[in-house]
């Protein structure tokens, strides 16, 4: 299981989520894909805004491009709901023109709050359901919502997902090595305090192929990546990066025994260089001693 960042506190036990019952309506029945993706978007990417009284909205704004996910919301809401289009001036842009989704029912704003969205701000507390749901999808919806996959400037295949939620990026981290065999440990960057969760070549192809499948909702350029990504094929002369070995408690008191790198290196079966600076991270405090 992926390691979380040590300086928030554990929100949950990813191995043994415990499911309650699903809402009595179809609406969000999230078993069902089309329901996973779409509350993965919403829980990432929307709004849930509480009125005067009992008034209130769940609206969700993206680029006009995409506005077809926009009718495919609407297609699966069981309730009034509007698409209205507007451009206007951005940080980013002198004129950005999006779509924007709206359903004010209460019905409706009642069942995915419960499910999980959080009125108001919700950037920093979202977390995976705690009912059955379909998983893939619903990650799908995510990383289609506040994700990326494409190519980087040396065309290098890649696909990350950018979140504040500690809990949404330890469970991206937790089954994408299911999917890929690739371990990744969420830590908050230090410039924007948000998780930034990268994989790279064969890795970025595996979660993409799953994630992307065939007949799946989606948006549709990052649909188009997804299989793009595909066509790429290691160079024969790019070598493989061996799997990085973690330290363990039991790894940091035998350095610490020791407080030899040279003779660590040989009892550990690790290199000099890297019992050498774990050493130095111990004593200097940079990593906490197995006492600790």
């Known amino acids: ?25 179809a609406f969000m029945n999230l078993e069902d894909p089309g ?6 978007f919403l829980q990432t990417d929307g709004h849930l805004g509480r009125g005067t009284g009992q008034k209130g909205k769940l609206s969700v ?20 709901s509007s698409i ?25 704003r009642t069942t995915v709050n419960e499910l999980g969205i959080p009125y ?20 799908r919806g995510c990383i289609d919502a506040d994700g990326s996959l494409g190519w980087t400037a040396d065309g290098i295949p890649f696909l990350s997902f ?40 064969e890795q970025a192809q595996q979660l993409a192929a799953h994630l992307y499948h065939p007949g799946c909702l989606a948006l549709d350029h990052k649909k188009a990546n997804a299989a793009a990504l595909q066509t790429w094929v290691r160079p024969a002369d790019m070598r ?12 940091d008191r035998e350095l610490l025994r020791l407080g030899d790198p040279a003779a660590a290196a040989v009892t550990l ?9 774990r050493l130095w991270r111990l004593r200097t405090g940079q990593v906490p001693t197995p006492d600790q």
Request: aromatic residues 12%; positive net charge.
């Open 269 to 277: 079966d690790r290199t000099e260089k890297s019992c050498f600076m």
């Open 162 to 201: 950018t979140s504040a939620s500690t809990a949404l990026a330890a469970y991206l981290c937790h089954y994408a090595k299911k999917i890929t065999g690739a371990e990744r440990i969420a830590r908050r960057n230090a410039r924007d305090q948000v998780y930034v969760i990268t994989y790279f070549k």
């Open 35 to 40: 329901y996973a993706y779409m509350f993965g």
């Open 120 to 139: 108001g701000k919700k950037s920093r507390t979202i977390r995976p359901p705690r009912v059955e749901f379909s998983r893939r999808d619903y990650l």
């Open 240 to 251: 493989f990066a061996p799997p990085r070995k973690h330290w363990t408690e039991a790894d």
């Open 1 to 25: 299981m992926a390691e979380q960042d040590p300086s928030v506190p554990t929100l949950f036990d990813l191995s043994a989520l415990t499911p309650t019952a699903p809402p009595t309506s």
């Open 84 to 108: 209205r289009e507007r451009v206007r001036t951005t940080n980013f842009a002198e004129t950005h023109h999006s779509a924007i989704w709206t359903v004010c029912a209460l019905e409706a």
């Open 61 to 80: 704004e993206i680029n006009a491009r995409d506005a077809h996910i926009l009718h495919e919301f609407q297609r699966l809401t069981p309730y009034y």
